[in-house]
């Protein structure tokens, strides 16, 4: 049970880990380059995204 359920938990969350570590990524990257030009830039791009 608990492996079946940790195999289903594996299944789901791998299509998931690469966009959420990508968008982690671009969301990291954003940050720094929008907060120095604009402060109130990183939160309207990262909720766009």
Do not use: K, Q, W
Request: charged residues 15%; aromatic residues 4%.
């Amino acid at each position: 049970m608990d492996l079946r359920a940790r195999v289903i938990y594996i299944a789901v969350m791998s299509p998931n880990r690469p966009t959420s570590l990508e968008h982690a990524s671009f969301d990291e990257l954003p940050p720094p380059s929008t907060a120095s030009v604009h402060p109130p830039g990183p939160p309207p791009l990262a909720r766009a995204c």
